[in-house]
């Protein structure tokens, strides 16, 4: 999972200078769907990196707003929803949420390549690592929640004028309040903690594709 992230991290540092030197139009799928009448447009994603660690489903829907004084906005909401297990000492169990507020920093273009966001994130979880401990949200009632910012990079797909590829990390804060079982089936709690966490709270390399 490191190396994933790694990777998606060096996209994101890459894909700027890259679309400049191609002069290629960094999101022609978003001018076709917001159009001449400056409309709200919609996206639908889903994110391929999370796709790649054990299969975790997701899916998402973005709102691109109409220009406000030259600028362009859109709210972005992911959901994550994870209801089996792969293997006794590792499962990943969750139903989360995290909506995102994003800025698109170039001025008087609907929105393309470079964004900055501030998100929110709740989420239920039942998670294990190893096969002694397995890990929940107090009393399956007290989800994690947070929040955090983010920077991301938008690209459309070559040849695919509704498509594109989105690349995108954040960091912020999360605070979990968890018992803690024996990882055995029917396992008895023996333990319980909170903790306050800073850190990575997304991260994403997203496939959208966008309807006028």
Wanted: proline share 5%.
């Amino acid at each position: 999972m490191k190396s994933t992230l790694i990777i998606t991290a060096v996209f994101v540092l890459m894909l700027p200078p890259l679309a400049g030197a191609l002069g290629q139009e960094q999101y022609p799928a978003y001018k076709i769907a917001l159009g001449a009448e400056n409309r709200c447009a919609f996206a639908v994603k889903t994110n391929l990196l999370l796709l790649g660690i054990d299969a975790i489903a997701n899916a998402g829907g973005e709102l691109f707003l109409p220009a406000i004084r030259g600028r362009y906005f859109s709210i972005d909401v992911s959901f994550i929803y994870s209801p089996y297990m792969v293997a006794r000492n590792w499962k990943f169990r969750a139903l989360a949420v995290q909506p995102e507020l994003r800025w698109w920093i170039r001025k008087k273009q609907p929105a393309g390549g470079h964004f900055l966001g501030v998100h929110a994130h709740v989420a239920w979880y039942n998670v294990s690592t190893n096969r002694s401990s397995y890990y929940q949200d107090r009393d399956g009632r007290t989800p994690l929640w947070g929040a955090g910012v983010s920077y991301g990079y938008a690209v459309a797909v070559p040849g695919w004028d509704r498509c594109s590829m989105e690349f995108t990390l954040g960091a912020g804060y999360a605070r979990l309040d968890y018992d803690v079982f024996y990882n055995v089936p029917n396992g008895a709690k023996y333990a319980g903690a909170a903790k306050n966490y800073w850190g990575l709270t997304r991260a994403g390399l997203s496939f959208s594709y966008y309807f006028k």
